[in-house]
């Protein structure tokens, strides 16, 4: 999910697309601001934790169950594991926070490019747990299959019947 301001007549996407190669350091009116946020989060949530970076562009905190929210010039990224074992409630809260303190400071919107749209946690609850449950789902059969591949003998051994 990201937090930015809309542009008028341009889909979130490609604002987003847009910014992608940028790779200037923060402003420091930006790394000010960031930085406020983070203490903001900090203090709202003591599991969130700041992230050692050697990057100037970007300020992170996360908290123990993998929730990261990434603080740079023009956006803020919240990205979460799809684990089927986190809390998509505690989650939701967690992004309604995050984005609220945010919001606060900038004025951005929070956007799911999953479901495509401009995103209210409390609103599109289901949505995002349904969207969740999909995620976490592929991530699984992901693992599965990777299970199976790395149990099954490579194919010379199939083939020559070594080992």
């Known amino acids: 999910m990201y937090l930015l301001e809309p542009v008028p007549g341009q889909d979130p996407m490609e604002t987003l ?3 992608a190669g940028d790779e200037s350091p923060l402003t420091p009116a930006a790394a000010e601001r960031n930085q406020r946020i983070a203490d903001a989060l900090t203090a709202a949530n003591p599991a969130y934790h700041p992230m050692e970076s050697t990057s100037d562009q970007y ?3 996360t908290d123990q169950a993998g929730i990261e929210v990434t603080l740079f010039e023009d956006e803020v990224a919240i990205t979460f594991p799809y684990w089927d074992s986190l809390d998509t409630g505690y989650l939701l809260r967690e992004i309604e926070d995050a984005a609220a303190l945010v ?5 951005w919107k929070l956007y799911d490019p999953q479901l495509e749209t ?13 969207a969740f ?23 010379w051994k199939r083939l020559f019947g070594g080992g």
């Open 17 to 19: 697309e847009a910014r």
């Open 118 to 130: 401009f995103f209210d946690p409390s609103r599109d609850a289901e949505a995002f747990r349904e």
């Open 103 to 107: 919001t606060a400071e900038t004025g």
């Open 133 to 155: 449950g999909a995620g976490a789902s592929a991530v699984n059969r992901i693992n599965e299959e990777q299970q199976v591949a790395e149990a099954r003998p490579p194919w």
């Open 59 to 61: 300020i992170a905190v």
